[in-house]
């Protein structure tokens, strides 16, 4: 399945790609560049991959070879963005989500700088061309930014955001250093039981934003990722489905007023879907 969509989006004009190693499909993923890149679809350097260090991985003697993991699956020279995936660690290992007895999750306490130092010598070696973080709050980047001997600092933080969780302050927080937001969850993520609270609000049978939608002709989807691209947020856009793919697309199309954007904004309820803990 996310091979085949890889294929439709690149045929699309999609060129940013984004996985990783807890998502399980690299070496699909990978085969389906690379069979675009040999049917002439794309050239290598047309497509930025993005991937991430798993949380069993953070002691910075694990982090190379992690990568090095991920590219074999690939069959990739390198990778564009390479993400430390969560500031939480679990037990080192390649148990991905290790339980202790109690059925619960077993934590570590790597200091992420030295994780940092990990991800440095990745850029430093050629592996991939820049580093970042996942789910980092601005105290936690700060620990990064503010380390002795900091060789690159991250060039991007990807995060939950939608209309319900805005994050304007971590935006503002981002900007002020150069660090690009980048959003996942921008149309309320999937209702997975596993990390979904099913009572929660569909956001996109929201009522303000259905009326804007309807105004532009366009879907609430659409809508929603318009808001954040013209916040100057870089939207990550999950599907499967060949149609919706297309019309993910077509967000580049149409601009929101100052009016609607501000409506939009007014949304926010601090509200989470996803638990990253």
């Known amino acids: ?3 085949e969509a890889v294929k439709v989006a690149l045929e699309f004009g999609y060129r940013h790609i984004d996985s990783a190693l807890i998502y399980g499909n690299e070496v699909e993923v990978g085969q389906a560049i690379r069979e675009k890149i040999a049917d002439g679809t794309v050239k290598r350097e047309d497509v930025f991959y ?4 798993w949380s069993t991985y953070h002691p910075q003697h694990l982090v190379r070879s992690r990568l090095e993991k991920s590219l074999k699956d690939l069959q990739l020279d390198y990778i564009d963005l390479y993400l430390i995936h969560n500031p939480i660690e679990f037990k080192p290992g390649d148990d991905l989500l290790p339980m202790d007895e109690n059925g619960k999750l077993i934590y570590h306490n790597t200091d992420i700088r030295d994780t940092w130092k990990g991800m440095e010598d990745c850029k430093e070696a050629g592996l991939v061309k820049s580093i970042g973080v996942s789910n980092f709050n601005h105290k936690q980047l700060e620990l990064i930014l503010n380390m002795p001997g900091l060789r690159y600092k991250p060039v991007c933080n990807q995060v939950e955001c939608h209309l319900y969780l805005n994050q304007s302050k971590l935006l503002e ?3 002020s250093h150069n660090i690009v937001l980048e959003a996942y969850g921008v149309l ?9 609270d099913p009572s929660a609000p569909i956001l996109l049978e929201d009522p303000v934003l259905n009326t804007i939608a309807k105004k532009h002709g366009r879907t609430p989807a659409q809508v929603a990722m318009r808001h954040m691209l013209q916040r100057g947020i870089v939207v990550i856009a999950k599907s ?8 993910n697309l077509e967000v580049f199309e ?11 904004n007014g949304l926010n309820q601090n509200r989470r879907f996803v638990d990253t803990s």
């Open 173 to 175: 927080f981002c900007k």
């Open 50 to 53: 993005t991937s991430k260090l």
């Open 1 to 3: 399945m996310a091979a």
């Open 254 to 264: 149409f601009e929101l007023s100052e009016e609607e954007m501000k409506t939009l």
């Open 188 to 196: 309320g993520s999937t209702r997975d039981v596993n990390w979904y």
């Open 240 to 247: 499967y489905k060949p149609g919706r793919i297309k019309q």
